[in-house]
Each structure stands twice: as structure tokens, then as C-alpha cells.
């Protein structure tokens, strides 16, 4: 694929990108029952239906089940449980109740509202609610949670299952985990990720920002972002995509073998990246800061229409490769000796 290709193709997933937004603001704006697009957020049951209120604790024995939790509006913390059984404690009100279902494999937790779809948007913060759940270390299941307006904290976890944790505008805390691999998303949120052991990871935000830390295993690394800002750093990984349409890129203490950038308008900041290959492509946004290495390591190759580029001169070969590609934007790199 040629450098005129991968610009039009950008501006292409740009204007859809912005697209997405526009319509989500408009789902938001006609109260659009989300009901619809998953079963996670079954709300708007029976107005007329009475909900006892009171404090519910489920003691499970953990036999490597999957954990399903579906919740509207009610955050969940999730830690290791002190002995080999799944805790999960919750509060049933008369506007909003859960329902519990346990089958062989997995248990499932979903959020309910008892008044209309309609008023429960309204009055969401009316409902707000606590979830919490504690899990044996070395559980062999996997842990699924989507929110609709609902925080999420994950911490302490050793289990075999994999993580998928979405949520529309709750933020998402994961830290110091164990698990096989990694999936996060928002809409609004901020996503914060630190200290996992896994087999790979993938972060997605429209507006939130993304936040990657302390990570050592080298592992696969997707994070994208339509306007947030994506901050990895101590990161070590192995294949590495950052891409956004706004949103400002900034990469600290970051390695592997190759990291593809790719934005509009955003921004790359690096700070001593060391990676055998770096690829950006922009319209507008610029690439500055320090990599690893000597200039003579480095095989550059550039094109620009009309941004200043610092690296025009480079004439050196080398092992390592920088391809970076724009329209105005500009290109100025340092290299750490």
C-alpha cells in the first residue's frame, strides 16, 4: 500500500470515526433504549413490579466458572477473595434490582431497573448502586463486565479466564492482574491500565483516555482513541498500534520490535522509544521527540507535502527503520546515543 493510499484511508476512518460520535450523541439525546444493541442492559421491566428492598451476599464455590456482570448504573469493584470461594454482595432498591443466575459454567449478575426506560435514563443517578465481588486466586474463569454508566475497578486478580470490560462513560481501573488476555473499552471513560501479566491487550475509547504502565512481558499491544489522549509508559511489548483521529499519542520507555502510529490530527510525543521499526501516518498531526539508538542505526525514510521535516538529511542505513508519512505535518526526531 502506497503513502497516497494510507492518507486517503485515514481520512476515511476519520470522517467514520466522527460519525460514530454524531450518532451516539444523537442516541443519547432521543433517550435510544440501549436494551437493544446487548442483552447487558435490560432495563425498563414492568413499571408496576415492587422490588424488595435489601442487602443481598452470594458465597459460590468457585469451580472455574465464567463471571458475567451486566450493570446500568451501579459500579463494581472486583479483588482476590481470602479464602476459595466467590463473594459477590450487591443492594437491591425499589427503583433498581439485580438478578442472579447461576448454570453450569458460569454465573451471571444483571442490573434492572423497575421504572421505564425512559424515566430510568433520567433519573440513572437516582439508582447508582455497588457491586462487589471477590475471586480466588487462580480461578480458572474468565471475568466479562459491561456497564452502561458504571465504574469499574479490577485489582489483585490471578485467574486462567480472560478479561473483557467495557462500559459506556464509567471509567475502567485495572492493576496489578494476572490473566490470559486483555479487552477494555469505553465510550466516555478513562482507562486505566497498570502492572498486567498477560497475553496481550487491547484498549478502545472514543473521548476517554487510555493509560498503560509498568508492563514487562512482551505481548501484543492495540490502543486507539477517537479525541482522548493514549499514555503508555515502562511498556515493554512485542507488536505495538496506536492510533487515534485527534487524540495526542505519547509513548516513555516504551520497546519492541515494531509500534505502528497512525492519526488526523493527533499528536506523538516519544521519549525514548526503542523499537526496530516506527511507522506513523498523519494529516496533520506531528511526530517529535527521542528514540533509542544512533542515527546511523536508523533507515529513514519520510514524506511530506507540505510539514517541516527535521529528518530530511538523514542519509544513514541502518537496522532499525523510521517511516513516517503526512500531509502538513511535521517530523523532528533525536536520537539518544
Given at each position: 500500500?502506497?503513502?497516497?493510499?494510507?492518507?486517503?484511508?485515514?481520512?476515511?476512518?476519520?470522517?467514520?470515526?466522527?460519525?460514530?460520535?454524531?450518532?451516539?450523541?444523537?442516541?443519547?439525546?432521543?433517550?435510544?433504549?440501549?436494551?437493544?444493541?446487548?442483552?447487558?442492559?435490560?432495563?425498563?421491566?414492568?413499571?408496576?413490579?415492587?422490588?424488595?428492598?435489601?442487602?443481598?451476599?452470594?458465597?459460590?464455590?468457585?469451580?472455574?466458572?465464567d463471571l458475567i456482570f451486566n450493570l446500568s448504573s451501579a459500579d463494581i469493584t472486583v479483588t482476590?477473595?481470602?479464602?476459595?470461594?466467590?463473594?459477590?454482595?450487591?443492594?437491591?432498591?425499589?427503583?433498581?434490582?439485580?438478578?442472579?443466575?447461576?448454570?453450569?459454567?458460569?454465573?451471571?449478575?444483571?442490573?434492572?431497573?423497575?421504572?421505564?426506560?425512559?424515566?430510568?435514563?433520567?433519573?440513572?443517578?437516582?439508582?447508582?448502586?455497588?457491586?462487589?465481588?471477590?475471586?480466588?486466586?487462580?480461578?480458572?474463569?474468565?471475568?466479562?463486565?459491561?456497564?452502561?454508566?458504571?465504574?469499574?475497578?479490577?485489582?489483585?486478580?490471578?485467574?486462567?479466564?480472560?478479561?473483557?470490560?467495557?462500559?459506556?462513560?464509567?471509567?475502567?481501573?485495572?492493576?496489578?492482574?494476572?490473566?490470559?488476555?486483555?479487552?477494555?473499552?469505553?465510550?466516555?471513560?478513562?482507562?486505566?491500565?497498570?502492572?498486567?501479566?498477560?497475553?496481550?491487550?487491547?484498549?478502545?475509547?472514543?473521548?476517554?483516555?487510555?493509560?498503560?504502565?509498568?508492563?514487562?512481558?512482551?505481548?501484543?499491544?492495540?490502543?486507539?482513541?477517537?479525541?482522548?489522549?493514549?499514555?503508555?509508559?515502562?511498556?515493554?511489548?512485542?507488536?505495538?498500534?496506536?492510533?487515534?483521529?485527534?487524540?495526542?499519542?505519547?509513548?516513555?520507555?516504551?520497546?519492541?520490535?515494531?509500534?505502528?502510529?497512525?492519526?488526523?490530527?493527533?499528536?506523538?510525543?516519544?521519549?525514548?522509544?526503542?523499537?526496530?521499526?516506527?511507522?506513523?501516518?498523519?494529516?496533520?498531526?506531528?511526530?517529535?521527540?527521542?528514540?533509542?539508538?544512533?542515527?546511523?542505526?536508523?533507515?529513514?525514510?519520510?514524506?511530506?507535502?507540505?510539514?517541516?521535516?527535521?529528518?530530511?538529511?538523514?542519509?544513514?542505513?541502518?537496522?532499525?527503520?523510521?517511516?513516517?508519512?503526512?500531509?502538513?505535518?511535521?517530523?523532528?526526531?533525536?536520537?539518544?546515543?
Amino acid at each position: 500500500m502506497n503513502k497516497k493510499t494510507k492518507t486517503a484511508l485515514i481520512v476515511a476512518l476519520s470522517l467514520f470515526g466522527a460519525g460514530i460520535i454524531i450518532c451516539f450523541c444523537i442516541l443519547i439525546s432521543v433517550h435510544f433504549d440501549y436494551s437493544k444493541l446487548a442483552d447487558s442492559f435490560r432495563v425498563g421491566v414492568n413499571s408496576e413490579e415492587k422490588v424488595e428492598a435489601e442487602h443481598v451476599d452470594k458465597d459460590i464455590e468457585a469451580n472455574g466458572q465464567d463471571l458475567i456482570f451486566n450493570l446500568s448504573s451501579a459500579d463494581i469493584t472486583v479483588t482476590p477473595s481470602e479464602d476459595d470461594m466467590i463473594h459477590i454482595s450487591y443492594d437491591n432498591t425499589e427503583d433498581s434490582y439485580f438478578e442472579f443466575d447461576e448454570k453450569s459454567g458460569s454465573i451471571t449478575l444483571t442490573q434492572k431497573g423497575t421504572r421505564d426506560f425512559f424515566l430510568w435514563t433520567i433519573n440513572v443517578q437516582d439508582t447508582e448502586g455497588k457491586v462487589t465481588v471477590s475471586i480466588p486466586v487462580g480461578h480458572k474463569g474468565a471475568l466479562k463486565i459491561d456497564g452502561a454508566s458504571s465504574d469499574t475497578s479490577v485489582t489483585g486478580l490471578d485467574v486462567g479466564g480472560k478479561f473483557n470490560i467495557f462500559s459506556v462513560s464509567g471509567e475502567v481501573f485495572i492493576q496489578n492482574c494476572a490473566c490470559k488476555t486483555l479487552e477494555a473499552g469505553t465510550t466516555s471513560g478513562e482507562i486505566k491500565l497498570v502492572s498486567l501479566n498477560t497475553g496481550s491487550i487491547k484498549a478502545n475509547t472514543v473521548s476517554g483516555g487510555i493509560e498503560l504502565s509498568d508492563i514487562s512481558k512482551s505481548i501484543p499491544v492495540t490502543l486507539a482513541s477517537t479525541s482522548g489522549e493514549v499514555y503508555a509508559e515502562n511498556v515493554k511489548t512485542k507488536d505495538m498500534g496506536v492510533h487515534t483521529v485527534s487524540g495526542k499519542m505519547s509513548l516513555k520507555n516504551v520497546s519492541g520490535q515494531t509500534v505502528s502510529l497512525s492519526s488526523t490530527s493527533g499528536s506523538v510525543l516519544l521519549d525514548g522509544a526503542d523499537f526496530g521499526e516506527i511507522d506513523f501516518d498523519t494529516v496533520s498531526g506531528d511526530i517529535r521527540g527521542s528514540v533509542v539508538g544512533k542515527a546511523e542505526d536508523y533507515s529513514v525514510f519520510t514524506d511530506t507535502v507540505s510539514g517541516s521535516n527535521g529528518l530530511s538529511s538523514h542519509k544513514e542505513r541502518g537496522e532499525r527503520t523510521l517511516d513516517f508519512s503526512s500531509v502538513s505535518g511535521s517530523f523532528d526526531i533525536e536520537f539518544e546515543n
